[in-house]
């Protein structure tokens, strides 16, 4: 049984760390290439959420069955579109502007994105229904089962994973992000449209992130403000991995999901054998929260740049 348990909240750590990956992925390439500090970033994680949820019914019933897949194929450069629209009013012209001052316009843009949700879709949450085939259980041994979407959200974000270190290792395009992460201002010398550049790397960024939104609303709702938790441990990952590596967001999102989820059901055993039985019960949850924390305070301690910076940064 304890076997059972440990392959369950692994596959939940598993989930967790591709969803964290999503969120992380866009955000590490606006930080590292554009310098840009994105507190909004996790709106388009409830944008999309939201995009999707709307899509659903009315596509579900022109396509029974299919309807969420569909949703999410259409919300998806919906969420892009807003990403990149973003990028043109707002952060386009703070590129060179100070920290504080991409901090403060991001946090209003966050204000504004909740409200306008509040305004378009009200202020109570958005239950997204899944599919039949989707809402099933997948057996993997006679004592295992798991849920099928679970399998599905690691799948989806295992294949995102891929097509972005396709993506920046060998294509042009990945080619200019990776040299745009190392040295903006020689790429920009080159000839390079950096303007384009910056445009695409934001828009993908909040599209992927959208992405991670419409494959947890299913099971959490969508709802106000669901980007605003996701987004501080977005920024542990990448702190974690490498500001700028897109490498280094996957193996940050493995290691936050993992600690997070096996810190929660095993922490307080450990526990148990210091203290107490009640005070390991008290002090177990407090202390997995605090797990992520205390690991990227001793890899900024050891290795400040992260645990796989981009080349030349």
Same mark, same amino acid.
């Given at each position: 049984?304890?076997?059972?348990?440990?392959?369950?909240?692994?596959?939940?750590?598993?989930?967790?760390?591709?969803?964290?990956?999503?969120?992380?992925?866009?955000?590490?390439?606006?930080?590292?290439?554009?310098?840009?500090?994105?507190?909004?970033?996790?709106?388009?994680?409830?944008?999309?959420?939201? $995009?999707?949820?709307?899509? %659903?019914?009315?596509?579900?019933?022109?396509? /029974?069955?299919? *309807?969420?897949?569909?949703?999410?194929?259409?919300?998806?450069?919906? =969420?892009? %579109? #807003? *990403?990149? #629209?973003?990028?043109?009013?707002?952060?386009?012209?703070?590129?060179?502007?100070?920290?504080?001052?991409?901090?403060?316009? =991001?946090?209003?843009?966050?204000?504004?994105?909740?409200?306008?949700?509040?305004?378009?879709?009200?202020?109570?949450?958005?239950?997204?229904?899944?599919?039949?085939?989707?809402?099933?259980?997948? &057996?993997?041994?006679?004592? $295992?089962?798991?849920? +099928?979407?679970?399998?599905?959200?690691?799948?989806?974000?295992?294949?995102?994973? #891929?097509?972005?270190?396709?993506?920046?290792?060998?294509? @042009?395009?990945?080619?200019?992000?990776?040299?745009?992460? +190392? !040295?903006?201002?020689?790429?920009?010398?080159?000839?390079?449209?950096?303007?384009?550049?910056?445009?695409?790397?934001?828009?993908?960024?909040?599209?992927?992130?959208?992405?991670?939104?419409?494959?947890?609303? /299913?099971? =959490?709702?969508?709802?106000? *403000?669901?980007? !605003?938790?996701?987004?501080?441990?977005?920024?542990?990952?990448?702190?974690?991995? *490498?500001?700028?590596?897109?490498?280094?967001?996957?193996?940050?999102?493995? $290691?936050?999901?993992?600690?997070?989820?096996?810190?929660?059901?095993?922490?307080?055993?450990?526990?148990?054998?210091?203290?107490?039985?009640? !005070?390991?019960?008290?002090?177990?949850?407090?202390?997995? +929260?605090?797990?992520?924390? $205390?690991?990227?305070?001793?890899?900024?301690?050891?290795?400040?740049?992260?645990?796989?910076? &981009?080349?030349? @940064?």
């Amino acid at each position: 049984m304890d076997t059972v348990l440990l392959v369950i909240q692994f596959l939940n750590g598993l989930q967790l760390g591709v969803l964290l990956f999503l969120v992380a992925a866009g955000l590490t390439l606006i930080f590292g290439i554009m310098d840009f500090i994105n507190l909004a970033h996790g709106a388009f994680y409830m944008i999309g959420a939201y $995009i999707c949820g709307t899509l %659903v019914v009315p596509l579900e019933a022109l396509m /029974p069955g299919g *309807g969420f897949v569909l949703a999410i194929i259409l919300a998806t450069p919906l =969420t892009l %579109v #807003i *990403g990149y #629209i973003a990028e043109f009013i707002v952060a386009r012209t703070l590129y060179l502007r100070d920290h504080l001052d991409h901090v403060l316009a =991001t946090f209003g843009l966050i204000l504004i994105f909740d409200k306008s949700v509040h305004l378009i879709w009200g202020v109570e949450g958005m239950v997204i229904q899944l599919p039949s085939w989707l809402a099933g259980q997948v &057996p993997l041994t006679e004592q $295992i089962t798991i849920p +099928s979407y679970r399998l599905a959200i690691i799948s989806v974000g295992l294949a995102v994973a #891929i097509g972005l270190y396709i993506m920046v290792t060998k294509t @042009r395009v990945g080619m200019l992000i990776r040299a745009g992460a +190392s !040295n903006r201002t020689m790429v920009q010398a080159l000839g390079v449209n950096i303007k384009v550049l910056f445009a695409l790397v934001f828009a993908t960024g909040a599209a992927i992130a959208g992405l991670a939104g419409m494959m947890i609303a /299913p099971i =959490t709702e969508a709802s106000i *403000g669901m980007g !605003n938790d996701v987004i501080i441990a977005a920024f542990v990952v990448i702190i974690i991995g *490498g500001v700028g590596s897109v490498k280094g967001a996957f193996v940050g999102a493995m $290691i936050v999901g993992m600690i997070d989820t096996l810190g929660r059901s095993y922490l307080d055993q450990l526990l148990k054998l210091f203290m107490s039985e009640a !005070n390991a019960e008290t002090a177990a949850p407090a202390l997995s +929260s605090m797990l992520v924390y $205390i690991l990227m305070a001793s890899i900024l301690a050891v290795r400040p740049q992260g645990l796989f910076p &981009p080349k030349v @940064r």
